[in-house]
């Protein structure tokens, strides 16, 4: 699926022009001409990466970046200021709150691919990076199934098997037991069900979450 990329910029030649040559890579873009346009747009949609023009009528670009921020980390959300080479002051105020790069105008298609690319790899690998602490959750979880609740209850069964099954209150127990054991098998086989292991030459295992469509 095509990456969104937001371009708010007051200049419509410069954001059309722009949209125009990342649409021929391959993004999608949304153009959006202010501030308020952006953060009204990010209220009931969202978008991979964001090229925000710092100086803008109204809400300026500083105004928007700190709205985000408040919302979405930079690995959540990537913001390229786009700046003249005059605006260094406004760039570095940019950057210390939390803006992940900037170009400058005119844009040069492809230094702002480059970062572009840069960014939205980021990003990708922060999204991996929550899924692998996903299943080490689960891994936990597992363990902790394993040795706090699962080992004990065998060593229960087992005294009670053991035990004359004439004994109607041991059976009773042995009943219950076998319902809880029951119950616990298939909150085992749900957490089993969320990751699979690749095995590999050199006999490590990978743990992957399962595609959640098959």
């Known amino acids: 699926m095509a990456k969104k990329i937001l ?72 913001i390229i200021m786009v700046t003249s080479v005059t605006e260094e002051e406004n760039t570095i105020e940019a950057l ?33 990076s929550l899924s692998l602490r996903e299943v080490e959750s689960i891994n936990a979880m597992i363990v902790t199934y394993n040795h706090e609740i699962n080992t004990p209850l065998c060593l229960v069964m087992a005294i009670i098997s053991e035990q004359s099954e004439d004994n109607k209150e041991l059976q009773k127990a042995k009943n219950s037991i076998d319902k809880i054991s029951s119950i616990l098998r298939k909150i085992h086989e749900i957490t089993e069900d969320k990751i699979n292991y690749t095995q590999y030459g050199n006999h490590n295992k990978m743990v992957k979450l399962k595609d959640e469509d098959g």
């Open 7 to 78: 371009i708010v910029d007051d200049d419509k030649i410069s954001r059309s022009t722009l949209a125009k040559k990342l649409k021929k890579k391959g993004f999608k873009t949304v153009e959006l001409e202010d501030g308020e346009a952006c953060i009204s747009y990010l209220l009931g949609d969202t978008a991979d990466l964001i090229l925000l023009d710092i100086i803008m009528p109204g809400i300026s670009g500083i105004g928007v970046l700190k709205s985000i921020r408040q919302r979405y980390s930079p690995f959540e959300l990537p």
């Open 96 to 128: 210390d709150l939390g803006a992940n790069d900037y170009i400058t105008k005119p844009a040069n298609i492809n230094i702002a691919l480059s970062r572009i690319r840069s960014q939205l790899k980021l990003t990708d690998l922060y999204k991996k």
